[in-house]
């Protein structure tokens, strides 16, 4: 079946440093993409999205990319604050049709150091 | 202007009991979403309302029933709880698809003894 998978479970980054958190998925018919911010405790916090029909889009202080020749995306936090202590899901949906419906990945749990 | 509201914040039931998740939304949303989210895992999606009137299937239905009750409510009921349903509950809203930003709840805790 479909999947949207992120290469590591966990990511511990030095404070001020860049973070950057990637994200697989299967389905090649997928052209909409979300990353969501959770915190502990709280529902997933929308970030940035894509569409296919474009490989980068920039946000305050994110960057998502997308490479759909390899069915990869990425989230790029820039100078990383212990403020983006969360964890990070990414998503995949096919078509804009009100029925489709959207598939989440497992998450990256990313710790900052002082 | 609460966003998405969701009621119990936790919740303790015995296998067999019966229970309904109520989630609101006041940003005039017309699609809603139930999800469940358990450890390791990411969200998984239960049930879906498109519009006012209309249900549908998602990845994860069986144990669970769902009612669009109008436009603002969408409730998930479990009619005889199992511990394989102790998970968090997420319900979100989006404006018309889920190409559009889903809104999420702070979720119901629920534990199935």
């Known amino acids: 079946g479909e999947s949207v998978g992120l290469h590591l479970p966990t990511l511990s980054v030095q404070e001020g440093d860049n973070s950057i958190i990637n994200c697989a998925y299967s389905n090649s018919a997928s052209d909409y993409f979300i990353w969501y911010k959770q915190e502990s405790g709280k529902g997933p916090q929308f970030i940035i999205d894509?569409?296919?029909?474009?490989d980068k889009r920039q946000g305050q202080r994110v960057t998502v990319l997308l490479n759909k020749t390899v069915k990869h995306l990425s989230l790029q936090i820039a100078a990383t604050q212990p403020g983006d202590s969360a964890v990070y899901f990414c998503?995949?949906?096919?078509?804009?049709?009100?029925?489709?419906?959207?598939?989440f990945g497992s998450g990256t749990r990313l710790s900052i150091r002082p | 202007n609460a966003g998405v509201t969701q009621t119990p914040k936790f919740q303790v039931l015995k296998t067999g009991q019966s229970m309904t998740l109520q989630c609101a939304q006041d940003?005039?949303?017309?699609?809603m979403y139930w999800y469940r989210q358990d450890p390791g895992m990411g969200l998984r999606l239960i049930y879906y309302s498109a519009s006012e009137g209309t249900t549908d299937k998602g990845e994860v239905p069986n144990g669970y029933n769902v009612s669009r009750l109008n436009k603002r409510e969408f409730s998930l009921r479990l009619e005889s709880a199992a511990p394989s349903q102790t998970s968090v509950y997420f319900c979100?809203?989006?404006?018309?698809?889920?190409?559009?930003?889903?809104?999420f709840g702070p979720g119901t805790r629920l534990l199935v003894l």
């Open positions: 894509i569409r296919s029909n474009m």
């Open positions: 979100a809203s989006s404006g018309t698809s889920t190409q559009e930003t889903q809104y």
């Open positions: 998503a995949a949906s096919e078509g804009y049709s009100s029925a489709s419906k959207i598939i």
């Open positions: 940003m005039n949303h017309n699609s």
